[in-house]
């Protein structure tokens, strides 16, 4: 049906679709059903690594760059009342003159690629926490994503709906949308690795031989010989104070056997024949330490 004869919907303020979206979203909340609105706070749409490198990658491909701007400001004054990520799906609403059903179908990473991914990762991440933080080397962000065999989708890989009459694929709904996907990474980019249907844990433990991406162990990580004596009370010896420390060790045992010869009331524990022994060896140390006559 057209409107005024030229087959345009009427102007609908954001205001407007504010109130709209606030009745549509407490309609379905009375109903039981689960609402994930997207929110946006200020003008920044992403700021952490995983949010800005999805739209990166969108806004990089021509077939999109010219049709995403539409979606910011839906997107920044919380037109995206519901948007749920599933393994190779996310379905959203938005409010425009209607309240629009969007579906964004992303072609879960294969297999191989996503091994691939893993083995150039391996060893190059040390926790989850540094994973979801995006908190990784210049390599690994690279190699997370690289054009076409990284974690984010080319527009190949990308299929777009929506229930609005906007004859393109890419209307302003669907482009709201693609940005609250990057809004919603910002808080949870786990989701990206649910998107793919991956564990993003293989990216922590997968650690192998010949790891590109691997990177050395920062110094505070290496225990050294001080740190060691100090964790388990010891007094950690340097190569060229082992002999040294032997002699001095073969002395005290040596004092130790002299005195074990010796029992209650003087009598020697270990029996006549080991006492004459100890006697000989004492009596042979001090012939050598006495000093030659004088002539």
């Given at each position: 049906?057209?409107?005024?004869?030229?087959?345009?919907?009427?102007?609908?303020?954001?205001?407007?679709?504010?109130?709209?979206?606030?009745?549509?979203?407490?309609?379905?909340?009375?109903?039981?059903?689960l609402v994930s609105p997207v929110i946006v706070e200020g003008r920044t749409i992403v700021e952490t690594f995983w949010g800005k490198a999805w739209c990166d990658n969108l806004e990089r491909y021509s077939d999109f760059a010219?049709?995403?701007?539409?979606?910011?400001s839906y997107v920044r004054n919380g037109s995206v009342i519901d948007l749920q990520i599933a393994p190779g799906t996310i379905q959203a609403l938005v409010s425009g003159t209607d309240i629009y059903k969007v579906t964004v179908k992303v072609t879960p990473v294969a297999k191989a690629r996503w091994l691939s991914i893993c083995t150039d990762c391996a060893g190059a991440i040390d926790?989850?926490?540094?994973?979801?933080?995006?908190?990784?080397?210049?390599?690994?962000?690279?190699?997370i994503c690289r054009q076409n065999t990284g974690l984010f989708p080319s527009p190949k890989e990308i299929a777009l709906s929506c229930s609005c009459p906007d004859w393109a694929d890419m209307c302003k709904h669907v482009a709201a949308v693609l940005y609250g996907i990057g809004a919603r990474f910002d808080r949870q980019p786990e989701l990206l690795f649910r998107l793919h249907d991956v564990d993003h844990a293989e990216l922590i433990a997968k650690v192998g031989k010949g790891a590109s991406l691997a990177k050395a162990p920062a110094a505070s990580k290496i225990l050294g010989s001080g740190d060691l004596g100090g964790m388990f009370g010891l007094d950690m010896a340097q190569g060229v104070e082992a002999k040294p420390i032997a002699r001095k060790a073969r002395a005290g045992k040596t004092a130790a056997v002299v005195g074990a010869g010796k029992?209650?009331?003087?009598?020697?524990?270990?029996?006549?024949?080991?006492?004459?022994?100890?006697?000989?060896?004492?009596?042979?140390?001090?012939?050598?330490?006495?000093?030659?006559?004088?002539?």
């Open positions: 049906m057209g409107y005024g004869g030229y087959g345009w919907r009427p102007y609908v303020s954001v205001a407007e679709r504010q109130r709209k979206a606030a009745r549509e979203m407490e309609k379905r909340k009375k109903k039981g059903q010219n049709r995403l701007p539409r979606g910011r926790s989850l926490v540094e994973l979801l933080q995006g908190r990784f080397s210049k390599g690994v962000m690279e190699r029992g209650k009331g003087g009598k020697q524990a270990g029996g006549g024949k080991s006492r004459k022994v100890v006697v000989k060896a004492a009596a042979k140390a001090a012939a050598r330490t006495k000093a030659p006559p004088s002539k």
